[in-house]
Each structure stands twice: as structure tokens, then as C-alpha cells.
């Protein structure tokens, strides 16, 4: 353990809101968590023994007690997931057994249980303004469901469960991240017929990289999508299909064993706590409050979907069959993307990669910042900190009076050491103070398409929209106003956390919005009207199955957390795929698994466990509250200011449902995403 002298020669120690990128390293990781945890443990027997308290000197210290803790850790956490190396491996898995079991230890602590009870029955419980009262109800509730009411033997084993649980967890997600960059194929260009010149480019400078010649192909999204899409190769298709579907299944890597344990694990804990299910459990915060609500949810959707996307899936056979002759092969699934972009430039003479050009990242960004400028009154402008990686970016965000509130980091391209996907986190969690404001520091990470050669980086659609939800995600971290920091920006239910994020991407399809910054790379041209006219009538193209995509996600995980028992013989692969077969437009293999790579679900103790409902929910939300936008203008400072001052400053300060009421007036209308998907 660093002693106290030591503590300023580990760059993870003390951390203020300056990170040290460049200092820290996958050594420093054990000893600032040892020492961390000992000054935590410490805080928790002072705050667990102190006399008569009040907010100020118990509820709000309890509100700060892990801080330096968890930042330290959110850090190595995150290191591990953009620059994965040998080292960083070995330093979550040294670390995250003792972190895991401390947060458990904090919820069956009998001394800070009993301290929290006595306060809420004194007469400054009673007085507490609305935000403060709320924070005390949470942490009650919170212990309550950590266990603290358990007897001892219940909760050694409580702990037993949590710690591993965080283990097993870690070694999914590592096993998907080693079997995704494991896959590896080489191709001569003949075989890429179709394919965006700009993938063949991007695919022969990988290959040359690694002194091959030819093309190399990986399981990457800014690859595999475009080749899935565009290939002519149907041979080629299918290897690459089932390459990825592979992912999670492979010797040494094989997560389906590690699927039953964590529904085992889940399930026992959510017993032991009295809840007939891990959903009941993690739902009962949240604003489905339970897994028969959430299930109803999303089999009410697709009831109202599934006649469409029948019909969806007929027109794509009958243009199959019109295309390949009525003695082509059946549809696979390698051939649905392929064949559904064909179908698409036939009946509306549109190809998404024509957008591409007019979609820079940069020119993205700028516009996004703008719009934000526009709507929110905040800017964002270019500035210098310490960086864990060359492309990594750096900015400040400025109110309308020029308070620095917040900073971010980028990270936008893939490499073989970052986990796959698109993702906001929180660093340091800042808010309103005595004589002012602390700033909040947060990062958004994707996996773009890249620079290649003289090539910027030009983005899909698809792209540009996940850019502009994540930085929701990080608007909603970085305008809280918030002053109890386990309430601020992101701290809110699970299935209204997306709404900030899904809102942005309404922006993404208004001319308007687009004029700020759809210009074509090398003319400086704006996106034609045609082009546009082209996008905004194909936006619907097979909205049916898109959709259906999503509710096959959510009802999987809500089977596998509701109605699947994990301790009978049944298969938890098999139940998954005889759920999701229901979903696709072509039959699945009998040994296809896509839940052992199922990250969202699998790769850390809770996640979107029994919560992956909550994109749909919130996109329910989304498509009701950006119709007022819509109404009063999609620049509207007044509309933003609104929005900021009842959704995006309130964090998790009152139930969500009473802040969607005061930005709306009214509940929900969840017939809004049905008539925005043209599905109404």
C-alpha cells in the first residue's frame, strides 16, 4: 500500500479535475484503489459513529463519501476500455474484487444503517427542502435493497454474490473484446465487388499496416456494416456473418457458460432480497417499477409493429424474387442488409453513402455545437488537457454568461485496445457551490469511421446520429444544477436516462439543422435538396424491422431476467435465440448465440440487466417532447431554455415522470414514436 508520504507520486491519488492521462499507468491502478479504500473505510466509521447530525454534517458527507474513490476507479475502468493492454487487464482484475465488495460492505454497514435511520427520524429530516428529502428517500431505499435489513449470514453471502458477480462479469466483457479482435480476414479486392470505395481504401492500408497484401477485413462496425451491406460476395457475406456470430463462442473465450452463471448469480441475489426476479429488483427505482410492466411495454410495441414488419418482410422477398429469379436460394441472414439496400435505391434512388461526403466529423461537430449554441445558450470551444491517446480531443463549455460549467473529452476511432460501441461517462461530477459553480468533466467515445490517408473522416447517417446522442448524454451531465452530487446530471432511472440523449438525434433530420453543417468535404457544397428530399422519404424505409430489432433486445433480456429459470435444465442460449428467431425477417441457425456477446446485458453486474426496455421507453419520450420543438421551433431559445431548466439542470432531483410532466404539461402520448416511425 502507498504510504501517506508516496501519495503525490501516483497520479491516481488526489485526482483533481485535471486528469493526468499521461502520467497514469496500469501500475499506479492497485495502490490508489488500497489507499482509497482504507481513507473511505475510515470516513464511513466516523460518519457511522458520529452524534446527533444534520444534513450538512451526515446526509450531504454521505453524499461525497466515494467520491475520490470511484473517479480514481471510473479512470482505470475506463483506461481499461480505450487502451486495453496486458497491464491494464491485470489491474481491473486485481482492483475490481476489492472495489465490488466495498460498495457492498457500504450497503450492510449495521453502524451507517442505524446512523441513517436516526437521522430520518429527527426533526431536520423532517425539514428538509424537496431535493434534500428526496436524496434521504433514495438512500434509504438504496440500502434497503443493498441488504442492510438482512441478518449476518445473508449478508456475507450477499457479498459473496456482488464480488463474483464483478468478476464474471469482467471476463465476458474481455472475451468479447479478445474473440472481436482475434477475427482477422484477408481478401483480394475481386472479392469486394460492391463495397464503398472508401471501405476498399481503408481495407488495403490495414492490410498494408500489417505488411499483407490485399485487404483486411475485421469484425469492427465501420467495416463489418458496409460489408454486410454492400458485398456483392454472398460467400463472403455469410463468413463474416457467421465470424461475428461466433463472437462469445470461441475455445478459450466462450462466454455461454458465463451467461447461466450471472442469471444464476442475479437471480439468487434478487431472492435474497426479497424480489421474485433481478428485474423486480433493479426496476422498482425506475419508472416501469417492475418486469411484468416492462414486458407489457415492449409486447404491446410489437403487437402494434408486427403487421407492418410482415409486410415489410413480403415486399423484401417479393423484390428478392423479382431481382434473383424465383429459384435463387432462400433469404439467409447475411443476405437481408445486402438485399434491403437494394430494395431501398430501387424505390427511392437513394444510397446512405452518398450522404457521407457532406457528413465530416469535424464539420459534424462544429454543427452540433452550434445547434446546442442556438437552443441551450451554451459554446463549446477547442481547449488543452492531458490526453490518453494522440486523437483524443479536448473542450470546454461555456454558459451564456461565460461560466465555465463543464469539459470533455473525445475519442472517436476504433483500435484493436477499445472496447466497440459508443458511449458517454462521467468524470468528475461538479454543480452549483457556495460563491459559484464547480465544473463537470465527462468524455464521449465511439467507434466512427476513421481518417484514412488523405481521407477525413467522413461519417455514415447512422453516425452522425450516435454523435449527437451521446453528446445528450453529455449535456445532461454537464448542465446539472444539481447540488447533491448522487442526483446530478445522469443519476436518474434507467429508462428516462435516454431521453436527453434519443432527443438530439431529432435534430440530425432538419434542413435547418443540417444547413449548419452538411457541407460536402472537398466543394464546400450544402447538401442538395434532392439528396435531402431522397433521406427524409427513405427515414421510414423499413422502420418495421428496425423496431423489431430493438423489441427482440428487450424482451430477450426481460425473458432471461423474468420468465427464464437459470437453475433448470433449459438453455439460456437456446431460450434467447428461440426469442429473437421471432424478430428476424430470415431463420437463424439452430447454434446461433448472440446473447454470449450480449455486452449491454453481460458486462458488468447490473448495466441495462433487465433495462435494455429503457431505449424504447425513452424513445417514446423523445419523439413526445421534441413535438414541442417542433411546434414552437427547432431553434427556440425559449423551448431550450425550458427544456434545460425542467430536464437537462434537474438530474435525478424529483421523479422523472413529474419533470416530463413540467416540460410537457401532460403524460406521455406514446403514440408519438409510432406515428414519427410511420408505423401509426
Known amino acids: 500500500m502507498t504510504s501517506p508520504g508516496m501519495q503525490s507520486s501516483n497520479p491516481l491519488l488526489n485526482i483533481g479535475f485535471r486528469v493526468p492521462f499521461d502520467q497514469i499507468l496500469p501500475e499506479h491502478a492497485e495502490d490508489a484503489v488500497d489507499t482509497l479504500l482504507v481513507q473511505a473505510r475510515e470516513r464511513v466509521e466516523r460518519l457511522a459513529s458520529a452524534g446527533e447530525r444534520d444534513f450538512e454534517g451526515f446526509m450531504a458527507d454521505l453524499d461525497v463519501l466515494t467520491e475520490q474513490l470511484g473517479t480514481a476507479y471510473t ?40 446512523a441513517l435511520k436516526a437521522f ?95 485487404h483486411r477485413l475485421t469484425l469492427h ?39 447461466r452463471e450471472i442469471l444464476q448469480l442475479r437471480r439468487e441475489r434478487a431472492r435474497l432480497l426479497g424480489y421474485a426476479n433481478f428485474a423486480d429488483l433493479v426496476l422498482e427505482d425506475r419508472m416501469a417499477k417492475g418486469g411484468e410492466a416492462a414486458l407489457a411495454f415492449e409486447r404491446d410495441l410489437e403487437a402494434r409493429t408486427r403487421p407492418a414488419y410482415e409486410r415489410e418482410n413480403a415486399e423484401l422477398e417479393a423484390f428478392y424474387r423479382e431481382q434473383a429469379g424465383t429459384d435463387a436460394p432462400a433469404l439467409e441472414p447475411w ?23 457532406y457528413f465530416a466529423l469535424d464539420q459534424v461537430l462544429a454543427g452540433l455545437f452550434e445547434i446546442t449554441r442556438r437552443v441551450f ?19 470546454d463549455i461555456a454558459d451564456e454568461h461565460g461560466t465555465h460549467i463543464a469539459s470533455f473529452y473525445t475519442d472517436w476511432f476504433p483500435r484493436e485496445s477499445k472496447r466497440a460501441g459508443a458511449w458517454m461517462n462521467a468524470f468528475v461530477t461538479g454543480g452549483p457551490r457556495e460563491g459559484g459553480v464547480d465544473p463537470h468533466l465527462g468524455l464521449m467515445c465511439g ?37 447533491v452530487k448522487s442526483l446530478s446530471g445522469t443519476n436518474v432511472a434507467w429508462d428516462f436516462v435516454e431521453l436527453p440523449s434519443q432527443i438530439m438525434e431529432n435534430w440530425v433530420m432538419e434542413r435547418e439543422a443540417l444547413d449548419l453543417f452538411a457541407r460536402h468535404d472537398q466543394t464546400g457544397e450544402r447538401l442538395p435538396d434532392e439528396l435531402f428530399d431522397k433521406m427524409i422519404a427513405a427515414r421510414n424505409y423499413r422502420a418495421a424491422n428496425t423496431s423489431m430489432r430493438q423489441y427482440s433486445f428487450g424482451l430477450t433480456d426481460l425473458g432471461l431476467h423474468v420468465e427464464f429459470d437459470p437453475e433448470s435444465d433449459a438453455d439460456p442460449i437456446a431460450f434467447a435465440r428461440d426469442i429473437m428467431a ?79 410532466r413540467d416540460f410537457m404539461g401532460r403524460e406521455p402520448d406514446a403514440g408519438a414514436l409510432l406515428r414519427r416511425s410511420g408505423l401509426a
Open 377 to 395: 445558450g451554451i459554446t463549446v470551444t477547442p481547449a488543452q488537457a492531458p490526453v490518453w491517446h494522440p486523437e483524443v480531443r479536448y473542450y
Open 75 to 114: 479512470v482505470v475502468q475506463h483506461l481499461n476500455s480505450v487502451m486495453s493492454s496486458d497491464g491494464w487487464r491485470a489491474a481491473v482484475e486485481a482492483t475490481l474484487p476489492k472495489v465490488s465488495g466495498f460498495y457492498t460492505e457500504l450497503s450492510l454497514h449495521p453502524g451507517l444503517w442505524a
Open 582 to 660: 421471432r424478430f428476424t425477417p430470415a431463420p437463424l441457425p439452430e447454434n446461433y448465440a448472440q446473447v454470449a456477446s450480449f455486452g449491454h446485458l453481460f458486462s458488468s453486474p447490473v448495466g441495462y440487466g433487465a433495462g435494455y426496455y429503457s431505449y424504447k421507453w425513452a424513445e417514446v419520450l423523445d419523439a413526445d417532447a421534441f413535438s414541442r420543438f417542433a411546434q414552437e421551433g427547432i431553434f427556440n431559445r425559449e423551448t431550450g431554455r425550458d427544456f434545460v431548466d425542467k430536464i437537462l439542470s434537474r438530474g435525478g432531483s424529483d421523479d422523472p415522470a413529474q419533470l416530463y
Open 447 to 483: 467507434n466512427m469511421t476513421a481518417p484514412s490517408g488523405e481521407t477525413p473522416s467522413l461519417l455514415s447517417i447512422r453516425e452522425v446520429e450516435t454523435v449527437f446522442h451521446e453528446f445528450g448524454h453529455l449535456l445532461h451531465h454537464a448542465l446539472s444544477r444539481v447540488p
Open 221 to 259: 462496425q465501420p467495416v463489418l456494416t458496409p460489408l454486410l451491406t454492400y458485398a456483392d460476395d454472398r460467400t463472403l457475406r455469410h463468413e463474416l456473418w457467421e465470424a461475428q456470430a461466433r463472437v462469445g463462442q470461441t475455445d478459450g473465450l466462450d462466454n455461454r457458460p458465463l451467461v
Open 335 to 357: 443476405d437481408i442488409a445486402y438485399w434491403a439496400e437494394k430494395q431501398r435505391q430501387a424505390k427511392y434512388d437513394f444510397d446512405e453513402e452518398a450522404l457521407r461526403p
Open 120 to 214: 430520518a427520524g429527527t426533526e431536520a429530516a423532517r425539514n428538509l427542502d424537496p431535493v434534500q428529502a428526496r436524496h434521504l428517500r433514495l438512500t434509504l431505499d438504496e440500502f434497503r435493497r443493498g441488504g442492510a435489513d438482512l441478518p449476518d449470514d445473508k449478508k456475507a453471502r450477499l457479498l459473496e454474490l456482488d464480488t463474483r458477480l464483478a468478476e464474471v462479469t469482467n471476463t465476458f466483457s474481455k472475451n468479447v473484446l479478445d474473440a472481436t479482435n482475434a477475427f482477422e480476414l484477408y481478401v483480394p479486392t475481386a472479392r469486394l465487388a460492391g463495397v464503398p470505395q472508401r471501405v476498399q481504401d481503408a481495407t488495403r492500408r490495414a492490410a498494408e499496416d500489417k505488411g499483407k497484401g490485399g
